[in-house]
């Protein structure tokens, strides 16, 4: 089978689903495909978290590619990542200082969460079905924010900015595309590991996180060219972690 990124003309638009993600890994839907829906009942985030979109403009997307022999490591979100907040800097140039990634799969504004990315893959023999779910909260008044999502807010409180939604969503296509590609080849890795270093959350800050229930410490220094995370202890040692480490929060 031969590779399918995302298809610009293939779009569906919906009104109400459980979550995109699980929608589109139908069958009825070929890789190409992507998915954009009003409203989503059932949202869905990484470790079986759920994903909550509000205020007055938001989006909420899935894409399903289709990729022979691809090896999706522990640094592909962050290339998602990276695709998202080219998207949203070739729209909001102003933000290019306060946008930055929170590894593995978060955006962030600022302090505040504003888009989250689950990525989901499925394997037969060597072909690879690749879904990229993104949700991503636009526009709204802080004051609109759920009471017990302390860390959430919004790319735009600016009703002047607002209404960019399907602008983004037409870019957003090329750039998760041009991820996947980047992300395939080595040296386009190496090149795209550099921009992630400048946009990583908290990089250079002292962190805190949990290992086996206890609460430690460390500095955060950067990511690897697999895209692990690298931690360096207060006694020296570094630590290179694949996935996020329980209660993962900048002590600055």
Known sequence: ????????????????????????????????TWIVAEEQTAGRGRKDRTWEVFGEEFLIFSGKIGLENFDAGPGLSLFIGTAVCKTILSIYPELTRDIKIKWPNDLYRGNKKVAGILIESEI???????IIGVGLNLYGKNESIPTHLTDAGFLNT?????????????????????SILLWKD?????????????LLLWKGQSVRYKENGQLQTGVLEGLSESGSLILKTPSGTRLDFIDSPEDFHSLN
């Open 1 to 32: 089978m031969q590779n399918v990124l995302l298809q610009p003309e293939k779009g569906i638009f919906m009104d109400s689903v459980t979550s995109t993600n699980t929608i589109i890994k139908g069958k009825e839907f070929p890789h190409g």
């Open 186 to 198: 080595p040296e386009g890795r190496k090149k795209e590991l550099i921009l992630l270093n400048e």
């Open 124 to 130: 037969e023999g060597s072909f690879m079905t690749l």
């Open 158 to 178: 600016n009703p002047n900015r607002a209404g960019k939604k399907n602008e983004i969503l037409e870019k957003l296509i090329p750039f998760l595309n041009e």
